[in-house]
Structure formats: C-alpha cells, structure tokens
C-alpha cells in the first residue's frame, strides 16, 4: 500500500492562489477526505497529485519518491472524474479495456482484468450495453471499473457521487467505501458535502481559501472543531456561536436543551430561549429562536430528538441550558479555538 504526500505545496494562477503551502500526508490504505466549499482549492490539490496540474512550488511524493516531474501515466494513480468521462460509442467492457489497450496488453489478460473489476464492483451483467443504457449508478461503476483495472497504487476520486440522487448517493457512498476497505487502495476524495466526508473518510482534511484548516477523524473534526469556518461548515444545522466581548462561545444544536426536560450537572449553562418557529424531521425537533442571558440576543438553533417530547410554541420563552463540557471558546478576531475559560463563564459555576 502506498502512502502520498505533499510538502508545502502551492498553486497560483496569475494573482490568485488556489493551494496555499499544503503540507499532506496520507496513511497506508487510508480513505483521506479533502472537504470544503466550491473554490477551496480541493481540486486543484487532486490535480496537482495526480500530475494533471503543476505545482508553483513545493513537493508531491507518492510511495516515498518525488513525483512532479513525472506524467499522469507513470504516478500509478488512477483517476474518477464528476462526470465519469465514458465513451459513449463504446459498451462497457470497451470502456473498461480502454487503458489497457492502450497499454498493450494482451487480450487474454485483458478479459481475466475485465471480468475481476465488473465482479467486484457488481455489473459484470452489463458488460455487452453501452453507456446510455445504464443508469447514473451503474455508470459510476463502470468508470470505477476502468480505474481498478489498470491496479492503480493510488485512488484519486473528483466528487464522483454528484451527479447521482439522493437514494443512488447513499448506496453509492456504501458501495465504494466497501470496495475500498476490500482493495485496500489508499484513496483521496474530494467533495464538498460533509455527510459523505463523515460518512467515508478516515480522516477529513478541511479546506478554505486554498489552505487547510484543520486534520482529524470525522469525530475530532466534529467534536473538536479549530476554528469558526470549521465549526459552522461541519454539521446541519452548524454550531452555534454566540457573542461574548472578545469570545465567541460555540455549542453545537443537540446540546442546548430544555432544562425541565434532562438532567444536568449544577454548574451548566443556563440561557432563555425565546423560540420563534419548529421543524419536525422526524427523528428530531429543530428549534429556532434568540437566546439571551449570558450574552447578547442571538438567532440560535436547538436539536431536541425524539425521545424529548417538550412542548414549547413559537413566540414563548423557556429555560435551555448546555453543558460546560460542550461548549468550545474562539476568539472572535481570529476564529481561532482557544483554551482558556473566560471570566464570565468562570463566575457561572
């Protein structure tokens, strides 16, 4: 298994820069996930790996070895675009024996790799229809299937789930997790949508205006976010971060709870909750509303589950509190974690 890595890698074009001195460093066999908004510098990170784009300065090393004068086709890699890139003329074995006629192989070899990588991944039924005959599913397939074949040290996947619904997407995300715990192929993944990042990754390395902001398992980037983009752009509804001099405390929403309606310790933090409106998901309650108390009035979200029945209706005020060990303090300027308890919170035990 291959481990990759970048050392102070950066990208410009003209006066923008894309990537910003990313130092990266995957695991063997590790399912890494890039995860930000559209314009992060994901992507172009992913291309820089894979020797579609070169870098302005800084190193990509794949297996230990220095890779950027090397071409796409001598990094091992294998790569699976949005958009799939099949050949439309061509049914799906051709397409999956594309690189490898266009490597030279043998055809009896051919078929052996052909017939493994269409078992594997389920659609060795579909071998003789052409692409249109299939659905978004299966064509995401096929291209995995074209990128297995070749046996590829490394997986690079470009958001390849996005064009697919929302029931597809969740099979798919199974699918491909399965397949890449099974092969073993460490894997980079790009996308910007958190619930496939916490629901596939390792680990999560979450991107913003081409630098990355923090590295963690989906828990520590959940639980411990380390700074404010991090805290709000993981999780739905995002933390919430209320204002205090030069503070910010944050809580996530299914921490801030009714307080007639759990236990706490004595020393958690006590707000008013003015509720404004409800939504029922289901398995939970989304409230919205104004806290106030310890700080100024701020629009708040709780997330009560189902198991709390609390009645409450818009426009009435309630006692809500959150435990002191689930609130996380930023600085207001920077964004960033700090650990010192302020005064203020210090003097509400």
């Not at 619904?165 to 397949?179: F, H, I, P, S």
């Not at 997330?303 to 818009?314: E, G, H, N």
């Amino acid at each position: 298994m291959t481990i990759i890595e970048v050392r102070e890698l950066t990208k410009q074009f003209g006066e923008v820069t894309a990537v910003d001195r990313i130092s990266l460093r995957s695991g063997e066999g590790e399912f890494l996930v890039l995860l930000g908004p559209s314009g992060c510098g994901k992507t172009t990170l992913l291309r820089m790996i894979a020797g579609l784009e070169r870098p302005s300065s800084g190193h990509v090393l794949i297996g230990g070895r220095i890779v950027n004068d090397l071409p796409p086709r001598a990094r091992k890699i294998a790569m699976v675009f949005q958009s799939y890139a099949l050949y439309p003329h061509m049914n799906v074995r051709d397409n999956i024996a594309f690189p490898l006629k266009a490597q030279g192989m043998p055809r009896r070899e051919q078929l052996e790799r052909i017939q493994w990588s269409a078992s594997i991944l389920g659609i060795d039924r579909y071998l003789n229809r052409k692409p249109r005959q299939l659905s978004g599913g299966e064509r995401q397939r096929v291209a995995l299937a074209r990128a297995l074949v070749r046996e590829p040290s490394v997986f690079l996947l470009d958001e390849p789930l996005s064009n697919l619904d929302a029931k597809l997407r969740a099979m798919a995300r199974d699918e491909l997790q399965t397949l890449q715990r099974r092969i073993g192929i460490t894997t980079i993944y790009v996308t910007h949508d958190q619930v496939e990042a916490m629901g596939m990754g390792d680990r999560i390395a979450v991107m913003y205006e081409g630098r990355l902001r923090q590295v963690g398992t989906p828990r520590e980037i959940y639980d411990d976010p380390a700074d404010t983009f991090v805290a709000t752009f993981v999780g739905s509804p995002p933390m919430n971060l209320l204002e205090r001099d030069d503070q910010l405390l944050g809580f996530r929403p299914e921490h801030l709870l009714p307080k007639d309606a759990v236990q706490f310790a004595p020393d958690a933090l006590e707000v008013n909750f003015q509720v404004t409106r409800q939504e029922y998901l289901g398995a939970d309650r989304l409230l919205y509303g104004v806290v106030s108390g310890l700080v100024e009035e701020t629009k708040t979200i709780s997330r009560l589950p189902s198991t709390i029945s609390y009645p409450v209706q818009a426009g009435e005020k309630y006692d809500f509190v959150v435990r002191r060990g689930d609130v996380k303090m930023f600085d207001k300027r920077s964004g960033q974690r700090t650990a010192a308890e302020p005064a203020f919170l210090a003097g509400t035990r």
